[in-house]
């Protein structure tokens, strides 16, 4: 049998499927808690959180008569939906007030997000608030012997462009209801955290690693630690991005070390374009907890990746046949696929020009996709 050394080079193009990540939006009025003026009965101010626009929060006839939400942190408020009741007086809702700020002891030094003047019985109207900033979404009714009735009250939050939106997760182990997924929920956890934040077991070196599944050029990472208990055990954790999954993605370039984040608190880590498909969290050491209430990943992308591969091939057929050829790239995309790799386009640069001994470097460069 003959036996030829050919030497060639391929272009491997990784063409990303999904071009944008999700603006989405979420109602995070369910995360917070609340409280009203005065209580009618028993119709208290989490009915107007429970999804059942037949149960209303109710206050006495007073003057000014409020609802607050406290949200537990800082958050650009899109747009508050509201319910009115439907079995009577729907009129009492004129002229209540959206305020959304910091200031939870003088409501009405909150800046106004809108005034409403009318809601039809049963209907939900919604308010655009171009996305003010504060804890606190407050319903007040300015004037005396009012009653402020909410059936239901929603609070939409966007985020832009979060690159963790929808992805798979994984963690090194799980406690109880912590799952991995919980990170990337939107939801901080800061009220329910066993139900919204992540958490491995006590153990070495636990990791929590977030699949783009695309590269994406990284410009920060928004970590929230929790706010129940234990913020010291986030200390020491570091993010790594990257495309290796060797040692389950923790051997990636480093972006940060997580020095401390206070309870309830939200840290924003640069990662100066970092490229890479993985985003990993990992705290290096013994008898470590990682618990993540939400990371949230920003960058551009997904990245156009084009890498020049010069291969040694030994072999009885001849390349100069076109059949061949693709037959080769045919069986070198299979192989890819089985090892996982399934979006990768490969093609011909160069034929058999010469015999290529030595191995060179491959140039790999990171492309936006225009689209
Ligand atoms: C609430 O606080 C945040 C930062 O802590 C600030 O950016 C925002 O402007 C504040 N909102 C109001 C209405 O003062």
């Known amino acids: 049998m003959k036996v ?35 209580l009618f009965y028993d119709w208290h101010p989490q009915n107007a959180l429970d999804g059942i626009p037949s149960t209303c929060a109710h206050t006495q006839s007073q003057s000014n008569p409020w609802w607050k939400l406290d949200l537990l942190t800082v958050y650009s408020v899109n747009r508050v939906l509201i319910t009115n009741r439907l079995s009577c007086c729907s009129e009492r809702i004129n002229g209540a007030e959206i305020r959304v700020g910091n200031d939870s002891s003088n409501l009405f030094s909150n800046p106004i997000c809108a005034v409403i003047p009318v809601i039809p019985a049963g209907a939900s109207y919604s308010y655009s608030c171009n996305r003010m900033e504060g804890r606190y979404v407050i319903v007040v009714i300015p004037g005396s012997d009012r009653i402020l009735t909410l059936c239901e009250v929603e609070v939409y939050v966007v985020y832009p462009g979060n690159l963790a939106t929808g992805r798979s997760v994984t963690q090194s182990s799980t406690i109880s209801s912590w799952f991995a997924k919980q990170a990337i929920d939107f939801n901080l956890g800061f009220t329910r955290p066993e139900s919204a934040c992540s958490s491995t077991t006590s153990q070495t070196n636990p990791w929590w690693r977030l699949d783009l599944q695309q590269i994406y050029r990284v410009s920060r990472v928004v970590v929230t630690n929790r706010r129940d208990c234990c913020p010291e055990r986030i200390n ?6 990257g495309n290796s999954l060797e040692n389950n993605g923790n051997n990636n370039p480093i972006c940060a070390v997580i020095s401390s984040i206070p309870a309830g608190v939200s840290f924003t880590y640069a ?13 290096p050491g ?23 591969v010069k291969l040694k091939l030994k072999s009885s057929w001849s390349l100069s046949e076109a059949a061949v050829r693709v037959q080769l790239l045919t069986r070198l995309e299979s192989a890819l696929a089985g090892t996982g790799i399934s979006n990768v386009t490969l093609r011909w640069s160069q034929l058999h020009k ?18």
């Open 4 to 38: 030829f050394f050919r030497s060639l080079s391929l272009l491997l193009g990784v063409f990303p499927l999904q071009m944008k990540a999700d603006e989405k939006e979420v109602n995070v009025a369910g995360w917070g808690t609340v409280s009203q003026s005065t």
């Open 236 to 241: 020491g954790a570091e993010i790594r991005i």
């Open 271 to 283: 990662c100066d374009d970092m490229e890479g498909r993985f985003v990993n969290l990992i705290i």
């Open 286 to 308: 013994d008898s470590r907890f990682l618990t993540l209430c939400e990371v949230e990943v920003y960058g551009e992308g997904p990245c156009l990746k084009q890498t020049f």
């Open 354 to 371: 010469q015999e290529v001994m030595r191995k060179e470097a491959a140039p790999a460069q990171c492309a936006l996709r225009k689209t």
